[in-house]
């Protein structure tokens, strides 16, 4: 596990310097140059076939023809409980020629080994790990139903990223959207963590908007998202600060009622060793 680990910071950091060599590792001046333009630092991985990934988790509970698989999972809130789940593929890379992840979506299977996905269900993300050994594909790892994020079965979507010089992540991006709002949140992961759990704490929120249902003339709309960056800190090698930049508009008082205000500031969280937490500015989005 651990040299998949190591190849893994490894590929990350080489895909990171290529891609976004101006976010990962900029300093306090750098941050306040990019300001609101910047892209989300994620990066970019060789993607791989899923199928043989499934079968070397699942084995014969792999079901080809949906490409899912209905298997005994532990219960996210109990984990003496083992349940049967639907599991799904959302992503998979090749770390090097003989290493790969697995990040799959998982409901709870109906009696027919289907599933039912209402608005308010959340999907629950699974991460697997694998090494090749005489060119089959072996799970080393697995990490089962860590956290219940999104909305109508799904968790929503991921991104690779570096959350420090020597720590790969995965990124969640996952919300909900009903009767005219939507928002979005980011869940953040340590992949190198013995148990992984999202590290973002108090929920991070980077979108929200009431696009369904506001009236423009009345000035109660609001539309604001954020880009999202790891800075170093210079102090944490392992976990860099969260640097997240707002634009937007949303409604604010005015004498004569309300109106509508530009949104564009930063804010700054920092990891405590539990949690990522804000230690500077403020999160403007709205919470719906």
């Known amino acids: 596990m651990r040299s998949l680990l190591s190849y893994l910071v490894a590929r990350l950091t080489v895909f990171t310097m290529a891609v976004v060599p101006a976010f990962v590792h900029a300093d306090q001046s750098t941050v306040a140059q990019i300001g609101n333009t910047t892209q989300s630092a994620s990066v970019n991985l060789t993607a791989i076939p899923i199928p043989p990934l499934m ?32 599991v799904q593929p959302i992503d998979a890379k090749l770390i090097d020629q003989e290493q790969a992840v697995l990040v799959l979506n998982g409901q709870i299977a109906d009696r027919h080994d289907g599933v039912f996905s209402s608005h308010a269900q959340a999907g629950l993300l699974t991460i697997i790990f694998f090494k090749r050994h005489n060119e089959q594909w072996q799970v080393v790892k697995r990490q089962e139903n860590i956290a219940a994020l999104g909305s109508f079965g799904s968790i929503g979507d991921v991104k690779w990223t570096m959350l420090g010089q020597t720590t790969p992540g995965l990124l969640v991006l996952h919300g909900n959207t009903g009767q005219g709002y939507s928002f979005t949140q980011l869940a953040i992961f340590d992949l190198t963590a013995s148990q992984m759990t999202d590290l973002s704490g108090e929920p991070i929120l980077i979108h929200s908007d009431n696009d369904g249902m506001c009236d423009r003339q009345r000035h109660d709309c609001w539309d604001v998202s954020a880009n999202w960056q790891f800075v170093s800190t210079n102090k944490n090698k392992s976990h860099d600060d969260l640097i997240l930049s707002f634009s937007g508009f949303k409604p604010a008082p005015d004498k004569n009622g309300t109106r509508t205000i530009e949104v564009k500031q930063t804010a700054r969280y920092t990891f405590d060793g539990k949690s990522y937490r804000l230690i500077q500015g403020n999160n403007p989005v709205p919470p719906v």
């Open 55 to 86: 079968k070397a988790a699942f084995g014969n509970s792999y079901r080809e023809r949906t490409q899912d698989a209905v298997v005994a999972l532990s219960d996210i809130d109990n984990r003496s409980l083992r349940k049967r789940y639907v």
